[in-house]
């Protein structure tokens, strides 16, 4: 009686988890239709799980405090904080768990997921462009370099 064993292939998931310290989730919104705002929320904390083998597998999720929000205008940035939008109190943090990990072309990459801001889940897709950079430096954390995001997902009332 003979027996064949199959190797099974090996998957190397890496994961790399994000440093609040350096990092920060910014964005741009269209401000009474003639000027843009720019600001950031500088409290973020999560992970990139790599799939090293297929990209596709791969995930992020995040977590980011509402109230670290910074639009250089101390006013604005006390209303986003209130119940008008943020309720930073009620809902203290925004959450953002991958579902898909997909390369567009060269430089850009598709990550769909789920966002819950103020309570209620979205289903989003980021447009991320740039390299994935990682350093294979033994202590060193990933590099993510020129990654920029547009939330593009369809409005619905809640």
């Given at each position: 009686?003979?027996?064949?064993?199959?190797?099974?292939?090996?998957?190397?998931?890496?994961?790399?988890?994000?440093?609040?310290?350096?990092?920060?989730?910014?964005?741009?919104?269209?401000?009474?239709?003639?000027?843009?705002?720019k600001?950031?929320?500088?409290?973020?904390?999560?992970?990139?799980?790599?799939?090293?083998?297929?990209?596709?597998?791969?995930?992020?999720?995040?977590?980011?405090?509402?109230?670290?929000?910074?639009?250089?205008?101390?006013?604005?940035?006390?209303?986003?904080?209130?119940?008008?939008?943020?309720?930073?109190?009620?809902?203290?943090?925004l959450?953002?768990?991958?579902?898909?990990?997909?390369?567009?072309k060269?430089?850009?990459?598709?990550?769909?997921?789920?966002?819950?801001?103020?309570?209620?889940?979205?289903?989003?897709?980021?447009?991320?462009?740039?390299?994935?950079?990682?350093?294979?430096?033994?202590?060193?954390?990933?590099?993510?370099?020129?990654?920029?995001?547009?939330?593009?997902?369809?409005?619905?009332?809640?």
């Open positions: 009686m003979s027996s064949t064993t199959t190797a099974l292939p090996q998957t190397s998931t890496t994961t790399w988890n994000i440093d609040p310290a350096h990092s920060a989730a910014e964005f741009k919104v269209k401000h009474m239709m003639i000027a843009n705002v600001g950031q929320f500088s409290k973020v904390s999560g992970a990139l799980f790599l799939d090293e083998a297929d990209l596709a597998d791969s995930r992020v999720e995040a977590t980011i405090e509402a109230a670290s929000i910074h639009t250089r205008d101390e006013q604005r940035d006390a209303h986003l904080k209130s119940a008008d939008f943020f309720d930073v109190e009620k809902f203290p943090t959450h953002f768990k991958s579902k898909g990990i997909s390369i567009v060269d430089g850009e990459l598709s990550v769909e997921g789920d966002l819950t801001i103020h309570g209620v889940t979205r289903k989003v897709r980021f447009a991320v462009e740039g390299r994935l950079r990682l350093r294979r430096i033994p202590g060193a954390t990933p590099e993510l370099r020129s990654l920029r995001s547009q939330r593009s997902t369809e409005r619905t009332s809640a």
